[in-house]
């Protein structure tokens, strides 16, 4: 089974975003941070999992993927396949999608203090994309 951690953040609602995701597979780690653009930290959230979902595909394609989040929207859109946003059903819609491919999926909230890698991760996207801007 694929351990995955996502999370996103924005600096400012909305604000520059990142996604950040980790991965425990095989006893290794993966890290990823991925600069967003401007986006709600909500959007950022659904951009990490989508993000973690196409490394998944390539990386771990038959895989069983047991996918953590600190973001209780998120987590309650993916296991109920709906949301009322409009903004965010595309998003969703995708995940389902992306995740109808993998032989078992779940996904469980987690509180913030336990997401600790993800969060960093999207942190220093945010970080980067600020960076890359003053440069």
């Known amino acids: 089974m694929i351990e995955v951690y996502t999370d996103g953040a924005s600096r400012g609602n909305p604000g520059i975003s990142g996604a950040g995701v980790y991965i425990k597979a095989n006893g290794k780690q993966y890290k990823y941070a991925y600069p967003l653009g401007v ?20 990386k771990f394609p038959s895989e069983i993927l047991s996918f953590h989040s600190d973001s209780q929207t998120v987590v309650d859109a993916i296991e109920k396949n709906h949301c009322k946003n409009r903004q965010f059903k595309p998003l969703l819609e995708n995940i389902i999608k992306m995740t109808n491919t993998f032989p078992y999926f779940f996904i469980k909230w987690i509180p913030s203090k336990q997401n600790y890698h993800a969060d960093q991760l999207a942190k220093k996207a945010i970080s980067d994309q600020i960076n890359k801007d003053r440069t």
């Not at 986006?39 to 390539?58: D, G, Q, R, Y």
């Open 39 to 58: 986006m709600s930290n909500h959007e950022a959230e659904f951009h990490a999992v989508l993000k973690a979902l196409e490394i998944c595909t390539v």
